[in-house]
């Protein structure tokens, strides 16, 4: 363990200068830049809140922020697997020169996208701000599904960024797999109109607990329960182990298949 940290320390600053090379290239020739990453979540609340309102108005109170602290763990972790998912091909030609320490490229991925995440914050706190919604003590406590969502989509992205060097069909595989996510997750209905068989495998949903962690520490001014606690350490844990096991197997052969 002690090896695998020196050789993270070691490279640190190419993590630094990869993530700040995935930002300037994400918002490179836009007028706006950054600025984007809190209009593209306000913009999707307001249309989604239009479409979805109505139908739920009776069982979601203060749905915009609702709507949205779904909207931001779900799209985060939907971006962040999607980029991390393409680091090792997307830099064959770096990885077939000079030796590095692979996992770099798709952490590099996911702390840029995770940078986002943080300013698209800026959004949630505007909606709640404009929908005058009590801002509550337990807000400090958001802390902890945003690690939560990190590590989980850290652990995935890193599993999906092995698979995909040698089965390339998972890019279109995966596309597929993250909209049937969406729809089992709890981002824009509330989990109560769903059938028995429904709620248990939403249920056993990462990204579900999460989300309803995020909610009680931002809308309803909950402390989240030890239960909720325990649910997402363990798939952020299994996420981790399988993804850097899955990675630490196969990136020896990365140099012969990308």
């Not at 680091?87 to 020169?97: F, R, T």
């Amino acid at each position: 363990m002690k090896k695998y940290i020196n050789n993270f320390m070691k490279y640190r600053e190419l993590l630094l200068e990869l993530i700040r090379r995935d930002i300037k290239t994400k918002y490179r020739r836009s007028v706006l830049g950054m600025l984007w990453s809190v209009l593209n979540p306000l913009g999707m609340m307001v249309v989604l809140s239009v479409v979805f309102s109505n139908v739920f108005r009776a069982n979601i109170e203060n749905f915009p922020v609702y709507l949205m602290c779904g909207q931001l763990i779900f799209n985060f972790f939907n971006e962040a697997t999607n980029v991390a998912m393409g680091s090792i091909l997307g830099n064959a030609s770096l990885i077939k020169k000079v030796y590095l320490p692979k996992y770099i490229f798709p952490t590099a991925k996911i702390c840029s996208t995770f940078v986002n995440l943080m300013t698209s914050f800026i959004a949630l706190l505007v909606v709640v701000v404009f929908t005058r919604t009590p801002i509550h003590p337990t807000i400090f406590l958001v802390i902890f599904p945003i690690i939560y969502v990190f590590l989980f989509a850290l652990g995935f992205g890193i599993f999906l960024s092995a698979i995909v060097v040698v089965f390339r069909d998972m890019q279109h595989f995966y596309s597929i797999l993250v909209t049937a996510w969406m729809y089992l997750t709890p981002i824009f209905y509330p989990i109560d109109i769903l059938p028995n068989y429904l709620k248990i495998i939403v249920g056993l949903n990462p990204l579900a607990n999460i989300i309803e962690m995020f909610r009680e520490v931002v809308l309803y001014g909950a402390v989240p329960s030890m239960v909720l606690h325990v649910k997402c350490l363990v798939s952020c844990g299994i996420a981790l182990v399988v993804g850097l096991y899955v990675f630490y197997k196969q990136q020896d052969k990365f140099i012969l298949r990308v």
